[in-house]
């Protein structure tokens, strides 16, 4: 080194001992001595830029300088940490030199002390002397009896690394130009030695940069299962295929404690190449030291004499399928103890204490995630259940007082709706008879969904509303080519309708060229499409619907005889809204609040007065025109109380010298009128009774209630 401590190059370093060399002697020997030694230098120079290890320059010390310096070995001691100590780190003897192995430790005392708080060389004359000081070499003193050694100190201007103690053969004894020599060298082990130690550091940091990135990945993979699961299963599988990733682990299992008590039970047990055995033990009883361990959320690793004390049945099954290792974590939040995930190997000692620090920090994460899915499932169920209940309720509210989604409580209605209960378990035909916009679709949906084919489809065709030309293709379907335009092959209503439901609606409508073949439709349940001579077979309930007199047009030769009586099985006639005014105000509170729904308005009331007109209204367009003439008040109405503007209202008196604007009033004219009709009886066929749809006893009971005498029907 220079007088600035720094080290000077190999090839500077030959210098003083060449320089020292001619000094000595001028003589051709001294410059042969001095060419082998500098030559020496060359050759180690030349092995450390080949391979700059500590190991390569060792063992190439002996044969690299063998023309020059006859060496029996050299050992290089590392000072350790506590600066006290030194061990042997690298060496490179002869065969028969004391087999001291790596990793021996000697105390910094005597010669070594020496040399390196000096920074000098020390001659030992004989080394086993000096051996003897230490306990660790005392027993190798006697082979190197008679050796001399010179130790010299490793370092550079950064730091103390340790000494190089070099040992010559029996009888030859070290010349200041060996001494020389060797410093130099040992310059060089220090050199490389300084990289060996930078490049093992950056090494170390490298891997250990690459450890928390696997280990940040993996927190990453797992936050994002929590975020992404909210099933308890699927978090807890994806995080298993995670895990084992990570760790290389042969099982990750899932247990949780089952409520109010200290048994776990196994949710997911992750264990691909498993003979199957823990399958059996799907939960453990845990003991009160183990309960205690949960709820104080210790994170343990288990070695296989831990396993074996775990209870018999999981012990023996662990031992069974080759687990000698454990890491458990608990799975807990601030309301208790969940569970506990577990990682095992099959190799002994597979986890340590990162490895287990690792594992709580997932078990953290996932307790959130589980406490999270645990209440999506409680929510779930709760959903379902208030779901159920509110099935329920309204099934008990239709079941009262309405009639699958028709709104209304009249005795007409109710007579009409007992009708439609009896019919509709049956696959009987119905005819629905009554004015436009009375609710006959709405009543034919209500029979069949009372009837059997309620899970299959109801299907429905306005018989007016499409060209007459079009009806049978609608009905029957048709082929491709069929006719002009049928570009592609086209299913009728009626196999749409198989199994299930058809509802023509004004059927008065239909064509006398097509009645003949709607009849044969019906009454063989089998047609053909246009364009195909393929007989199709179906099974279809028909209902119809019409306004229209059929019985009338039949005189006239507008309707078919035949298909009137086919389509007239279980003839229904639906009360038009004038002959049921005591449903007007249940229909008028249902249409405010569905339509002040919809356009997010809040009415709450209808004036008295506007709803007496309503109810005094004839509404020749029944309920259709009563609700959208409800709509065109919601529109216009700007406060909480609906706007009816009575201009648009014509009041139409009730029949009758004892008219009244009352319901009950409406309901006991309702009822003269009816007696009246059927000449003052009140059961049997045509009478009022009949008429009304209700029955005897009913009807007696309401006039004794509304109190109508026989003089105010009789016609004598």
Request: glycine share 6%; hydrophobic share 40%.
């Given at each position: ?5 720094r080290h ?9 001992v ?11 020997e ?6 082998s ?27 690299v ?8 070995g ?21 065969a ?67 000494l ?13 130009e ?6 130099s ?27 928390e ?22 978090l ?5 295929a ?14 949780l ?14 264990f ?17 030291t183990?309960?205690?361990k ?5 994170s343990?690793?288990l ?22 290792s ?11 103890p ?29 307790s959130l ?19 159920d ?77 499409i ?9 029957f ?11 592609m ?21 239909i ?25 199709i ?18 005189r006239?030769?507008q309707?078919r005889?035949?298909?009137f009586?086919?389509?007239?099985v ?9 002959e049921r ?5 249940l229909?008028?509170h249902?249409f405010v ?6 356009m ?108 109508i ?8």
């Amino acid at each position: 080194m220079n007088s600035s401590g720094r080290h000077i190059p190999l090839w500077f370093s030959v210098e003083p001992v060449g320089a020292t060399l001619m000094h000595m002697s001028e003589d051709n020997e001294g410059l042969a001595h001095a060419s082998s030694r500098y030559r020496a230098l060359l050759d180690v120079s030349a092995a450390l830029v080949e391979q700059p290890t500590v190991r390569a320059v060792l063992h190439s010390l002996r044969e690299v300088l063998s023309s020059s310096v006859r060496l029996h070995g050299a050992d290089l001691y590392l000072l350790d940490t506590s600066r006290d100590t030194l061990h042997l780190l690298e060496f490179d003897r002869a065969a028969d030199a004391p087999a001291i192995r790596i990793g021996t430790k000697i105390s910094r005392i005597g010669a070594a002390a020496q040399a390196l708080d000096q920074k000098e060389p020390v001659f030992l004359p004989d080394v086993s002397r000096e051996m003897l000081k230490h306990p660790e070499l005392a027993p190798f003193a006697a082979q190197s009896a008679g050796r001399s050694t010179y130790i010299f100190p490793v370092f550079t201007a950064q730091q103390n690394y340790g000494l190089l103690a070099v040992t010559k053969e029996r009888g030859q004894e070290f010349v200041r130009e060996d001494v020389e020599l060797l410093r130099s060298l040992t310059s060089h082990v220090a050199i490389a030695l300084e990289c060996a130690m930078a490049r093992d550091s950056a090494e170390q940091y490298q891997r250990e940069l690459a450890t928390e990135r696997d280990r940040l990945r993996l927190l990453l993979e797992i936050n994002n299962h929590v975020v992404s699961k909210l099933d308890m299963e699927d978090l807890f599988r994806a995080a298993s295929a995670s895990i084992r990733s990570y760790f290389g682990n042969h099982l990750t299992g899932f247990w949780l404690l089952e409520k109010d008590s200290n048994r776990l039970q196994s949710v997911v047990l992750d264990f691909p190449d498993r003979k199957g055995l823990l399958a059996d033990v799907g939960s453990t009883n845990l003991t009160e030291t183990e309960c205690q361990k949960l709820r104080a959320r210790r994170s343990d690793l288990l070695s296989a004499d831990d396993i074996e004390k775990l209870p018999t049945p999981l012990a023996d099954n662990l031992r069974a399928e080759s687990i000698t290792s454990l890491a458990v974590a608990p799975l807990a939040t601030g309301s208790g103890p969940l569970g506990l995930l577990a990682i095992g190997s099959r190799k002994a000692d597979a986890f340590g204490q990162e490895d287990l620090d690792l594992l709580t920090q997932i078990s953290i994460q996932i307790s959130l995630a589980l406490d999270n899915a645990l209440a999506y499932g409680r929510l779930n169920a709760s959903a379902a259940r208030l779901e159920d209940e509110r099935l329920y309720l309204e099934s008990e509210i239709r079941a009262e007082h309405n009639f699958e989604d028709i709104v209304g409580k009249s005795v007409v209605l109710r007579g009409v709706l007992e009708q439609i209960a009896i019919v509709a378990p049956t696959s009987s035909t119905v005819l629905l008879h009554g004015e436009t916009g009375t609710g006959k679709e709405l009543l034919a949906r209500a029979i069949h969904n009372r009837s059997p084919r309620r899970e299959r489809t109801f299907v429905r065709l306005n018989c007016a509303a499409i060209p007459s030309g079009l009806v049978e293709s609608e009905l029957f379907g048709h082929e491709k080519g069929a006719f002009t335009g049928a570009l592609m092959q086209k299913r009728g209503r009626f196999e749409l309708a198989d199994r299930g439901t058809l509802f023509l609606d004004e059927i008065g409508d239909i064509s006398l060229e097509l009645q003949p073949k709607l009849l044969r439709a019906l009454q063989e349940q089998e047609f053909e499409r246009l364009g195909s001579a393929k007989t199709i077979r179906v099974d279809v309930r028909l209902i119809a619907a019409t306004h229209r007199d059929l019985q009338s047009m039949i005189r006239n030769n507008q309707f078919r005889e035949d298909l009137f009586y086919r389509l007239n099985v279980c003839p229904i006639e639906i009360p038009p809204l004038r002959e049921r005014r005591e449903d007007i105000p249940l229909l008028v509170h249902y249409f405010v609040l569905r339509l002040s729904r919809q356009m997010q308005k809040r009415i709450k009331s209808v004036p008295k007065q506007a709803m007496e007109a309503l109810v005094n209204h004839d509404w020749p367009g029944n309920i259709r025109e009563l609700e959208n003439f409800i709509e065109r008040c919601v529109i216009f109405t700007q406060g909480d109380e609906l706007k009816v503007p009575d201009n648009q209202l014509k009041k139409t008196p009730i029949r009758g010298a004892a008219a009244s604007s009352t319901f009950e009033h409406a309901e006991r004219q309702v009822i003269i009128d009816a007696l009246k009709a059927a000449s003052g009886r009140i059961s049997g066929k045509a009478g009022a009774a009949e008429r009304l749809g209700l029955k005897r006893t009913t009807l007696q009971n309401k006039m004794r209630k509304l109190n109508i005498g026989r003089a105010e029907y009789s016609s004598t």
